[in-house]
């Protein structure tokens, strides 16, 4: 199978990069999946998970928060709002962020609450944990 170069940026860094063999991610209206001589494209995408396959034995996931992606000639260029490897999740922590963000909603109607700033830590949090709850048992197994 031939290779893709992928590369994916946060705004702090360079946050992974290699030779993969295909790329899934969430885009806006429904995940999309990137293979050897796929068409130029630059998207947006949303919260959710990022799938690489590396090889044919190995696999990797990361939570993101959405991004851009460009790709042009088998390079594929990520720019992540955030990016965070399936095993780094610290589920309590995500936990605890999913209790505040729904915390400062409920009080929304009687305090003055960035809504969507609540809203967008709520998703963000409830990305973190499922991603951790369906792909953690597979990163032992890579």
Do not use: C, W
């Amino acid at each position: 199978m031939s290779e893709l170069s992928l590369e994916i940026l946060t705004p702090d860094k360079l946050s992974y990069s290699s030779e993969v063999h295909a790329v899934t991610v969430p885009g806006t209206v429904g995940s999309f999946q990137i293979l050897f001589n796929h068409a130029p494209l630059l998207s947006t995408f949303e919260i959710g998970v990022i799938k690489i396959e590396v090889s044919s034995d190995k696999t990797v996931y990361f939570a993101t928060g959405g991004g851009t992606i460009e790709i042009l000639d088998n390079k594929i260029k990520i720019l992540a709002d955030s990016l965070e490897a399936v095993s780094n999740i610290d589920v309590e922590r995500a936990k605890r962020a999913l209790t505040r963000a729904q915390n400062r909603l409920e009080k929304k109607h009687t305090e003055k609450i960035d809504a969507s700033r609540a809203e967008a830590a709520l998703a963000r949090a409830n990305n973190r944990i499922k991603i951790y709850e369906k792909y953690f048992q597979l990163v032992d197994s890579n």
